[in-house]
């Protein structure tokens, strides 16, 4: 059974199928998990081999992956069982034969062998033998780069997804506030890391979450590596430590990063807390419709630069379904040159990581764009937080 | 600080550059997160932005990624800073530049623009974009395909390889142990999830655990789907739980999967458990150097095809270093035609999943060859364990 309702998958397929007319592309070749399951519902771990959705302008989409997983796609999408078709397993990691050849004898045998093809050319799981075999199997069909199509089609959310993101949320500030209480310089960073899942998964009474795209810690002499797992070491004292962690319900996420500190927070780190408290708020009050992805970051800059302060890398993305190792969509960026105008119901992880030596601290939130402004999906103090 | 001494690390690399000389390769560009971590220590969450360790016969390793990464670099790996380099973050997700352009770029730079160069051309992370792109900048380098060529160095693991796998099996029997424990027909799916997952983080006393390469559920009407994730529904009543975790420590892996039955299991779930243990004894009383992966195969076919009983997909795998959604080595498979010969100091996972509708069971643990036959790391009963 699908998690969102037909009409919803409809809609989706629909805005699917005008980006693809707008790009003359005649059937669309899905390998991205995420994108799979916007599209179909289906949802399992199986990505570890090459799968499929097809979308073609003019028949119900298509899943083709390993014969063992057919359950799942039965269990988890909308599709008729006869769009439902699993490759034999000689085909799984073979030295002698690939997955798309599969794939392409069933376009063949379905009257697609010479239509225009849509592949994500820079997707994961769309590797480069991906596109070679395909390419020899179908000398037919003209292949176009559809890399983003859906992922921009995901940027404006449904009501319904806003729901699970809003639920995402609750998990994540249920995760955040269960690191600051489990926080201590003598506990284990694997512990800590433990805790902080453990909450993750169980989420609330009402939903349970899901495994995030990531958890995140950089702790002490390492606070300033902003994508390092934990270690079997304690925090530790007189430490920063800067959690990153993602709320996930149903494969919907929202981030959330705080940054603690064990022991009495040097002066500078509190003066930087503030200064990144004033940019988010700034950012946040910038939000609104019609406003740029750039805008919101030229609103941060102009805060940090009266301190003489510097930010390197982008200071958020647009967020939603995604599978580990990730939950920003590859779409929108809030950085210098991003052109990309604010719409309601668009979905921003806005992150203000300043990773800089032993002066590091993290801040962020999930928000939503609305009509008029924005709404966070966090109710997390925005503080450095303070464990002695 | 890496993980293994600069010996081992020396023979990796001698290992890789034997098979890069076999192949004629005279520089090897590594994408995947996995190899990268084996070759050079890196181990950050960071692989859903275009990264690269680059391994030539005459030089030092290189590592290239995006900019706030170098950290995370320098921090888990043995490299030399000044071979450790940062790409700025406007290359990030971006639909104007490529992150394989700036690396050809330092290719070429480093006086490697017209060497013959190998590229894992079927694994995640090497997009077919990255390969185009790569093509399009070095168009002096000559390209070959060396899919799997630093998959199969890792198949024979070092001693300290093994022990990290083995403290992996013992997580496992934690994580399977606090399954079976925590499992009754009230608690919510999610919660059973939640307190895995915390076992396998936290590990033991003397160790701790990381995120594994997945966890996986099919119960009750989903028995029979191998790869799906729980829901927010109870467990339920008179229903089979297949449950399949992964220790992992420090990115290394022991493979587990057990069935619980809720309630007074059906006779032919009895007997099904019987014949799949029977099974499972008799492969690992197959295994010995020198044995193929297809003997061990068809000695499983020999115990079940007595009662009837097929199992169209493969029996085990390699495994060993991964990161999600994969623990699986991509190299050898226990199944018909796989001429691989086994070696001491190789690991497979056993998995004997029999996803047959109602009536389903999974049975697995992850083996060492060793001089004279195997040791298996998992030390939890071989049954299906009951719950009422």
Same mark, same amino acid.
């Given at each position: 059974?699908?998690?969102?309702?037909?009409?919803?998958?409809?809609?989706?397929?629909?805005?699917?199928?005008?980006?693809?007319?707008?790009?003359?592309?005649?059937?669309?070749?899905?390998?991205?998990?995420?994108?799979?399951?916007?599209?179909? *519902?289906?949802?399992? /771990?199986?990505?570890?081999?090459?799968?499929? &959705?097809? %979308?073609? !302008?003019? +028949?119900?989409?298509?899943? @083709?992956?390993?014969?063992?997983?057919?359950?799942?796609?039965?269990?988890?999408?909308?599709?008729?069982?006869?769009?439902?078709?699993?490759?034999?397993?000689?085909?799984?990691?073979?030295?002698?034969?690939?997955?798309?050849?599969?794939?392409?004898?069933?376009?063949?045998?379905?009257?697609?062998?010479?239509?225009?093809?849509?592949?994500?050319?820079?997707?994961?799981?769309?590797?480069?033998?991906?596109?070679?075999?395909?390419?020899?199997?179908?000398?037919?069909?003209?292949?176009?780069?559809?890399? *983003?199509?859906?992922? /921009?089609?995901?940027?404006?959310?449904?009501? &319904?997804? %806003?729901? !699970?993101? +809003?639920?995402?949320?609750? @998990?994540?500030?249920?995760?955040?506030?269960?690191?600051?209480?489990?926080?201590?310089?003598?506990?284990?960073?694997?512990?800590?890391?433990?805790?902080?899942?453990?909450?993750?998964?169980?989420?609330?009474?009402?939903?349970?979450?899901?495994?995030?795209?990531?958890?995140?810690?950089?702790?002490?002499?390492?606070?300033?590596?902003?994508?390092?797992?934990?270690?079997?070491?304690?925090?530790?004292?007189?430490?920063?430590?800067?959690?990153?962690?993602?709320?996930?319900?149903?494969?919907?996420?929202? *981030?959330?990063?705080?940054?603690?500190?064990?022991?009495?927070?040097?002066?500078?780190?509190?003066?930087?807390?503030?200064?990144?408290?004033?940019?988010?708020?700034?950012?946040?009050?910038?939000?609104?419709?019609?406003?740029?992805?750039?805008?919101?970051?030229?609103?941060?800059?102009?805060?940090?630069?009266?301190?003489?302060?510097?930010?390197?890398?982008?200071?958020?993305?647009?967020?939603?379904?995604?599978?580990?190792?990730?939950?920003?969509?590859?779409?929108?960026?809030?950085?210098?040159?991003?052109?990309?105008?604010?719409?309601?119901?668009?979905?921003?992880?806005?992150?203000?990581?300043?990773?800089?030596?032993?002066?590091?601290?993290?801040?962020?939130?999930?928000?939503?764009?609305?009509?008029?402004?924005?709404?966070?999906?966090?109710?997390?103090?925005?503080?450095?937080?303070?464990?002695?």
């Amino acid at each position: 059974m699908s998690r969102f309702t037909l009409e919803e998958y409809a809609h989706r397929l629909a805005r699917t199928r005008d980006a693809m007319q707008a790009r003359q592309i005649e059937v669309l070749l899905i390998t991205s998990p995420e994108n799979m399951n916007y599209l179909t *519902g289906y949802d399992a /771990w199986s990505f570890y081999t090459h799968q499929m &959705a097809i %979308v073609a !302008l003019d +028949r119900e989409p298509i899943w @083709i992956g390993r014969g063992i997983d057919v359950p799942c796609a039965t269990a988890t999408s909308y599709l008729q069982p006869s769009d439902v078709i699993g490759y034999p397993d000689e085909y799984v990691q073979s030295s002698e034969r690939h997955p798309m050849e599969f794939i392409a004898a069933e376009l063949e045998r379905r009257g697609l062998g010479s239509r225009v093809l849509g592949v994500e050319m820079d997707n994961y799981y769309f590797t480069a033998r991906c596109f070679h075999k395909l390419q020899a199997s179908l000398p037919r069909c003209t292949f176009k780069d559809a890399s *983003g199509l859906v992922n /921009w089609v995901r940027i404006i959310k449904s009501e &319904a997804e %806003v729901e !699970l993101i +809003r639920q995402a949320g609750v @998990i994540a500030d249920r995760a955040m506030t269960t690191a600051v209480e489990t926080i201590t310089p003598a506990i284990r960073q694997c512990d800590l890391a433990a805790r902080i899942m453990q909450a993750q998964i169980t989420g609330t009474e009402a939903y349970g979450g899901a495994v995030p795209g990531g958890l995140v810690m950089g702790i002490g002499a390492k606070a300033a590596a902003p994508h390092l797992s934990w270690t079997d070491d304690p925090v530790g004292s007189d430490v920063v430590a800067n959690i990153e962690l993602g709320g996930c319900r149903a494969r919907y996420h929202a *981030g959330l990063a705080r940054s603690v500190y064990l022991g009495n927070p040097p002066g500078q780190l509190r003066e930087l807390a503030a200064i990144v408290r004033d940019g988010l708020e700034t950012v946040f009050a910038s939000v609104a419709p019609g406003r740029t992805c750039a805008q919101l970051e030229e609103a941060w800059r102009g805060v940090i630069s009266r301190f003489g302060l510097i930010k390197p890398s982008r200071i958020g993305y647009s967020i939603g379904l995604g599978y580990p190792p990730d939950w920003g969509e590859h779409t929108a960026s809030l950085r210098p040159g991003d052109a990309t105008e604010l719409q309601p119901n668009m979905t921003f992880h806005v992150i203000l990581g300043m990773w800089q030596g032993a002066l590091s601290f993290v801040l962020s939130e999930t928000i939503l764009v609305t009509e008029t402004g924005h709404e966070s999906f966090s109710r997390m103090p925005r503080e450095l937080f303070v464990v002695s």
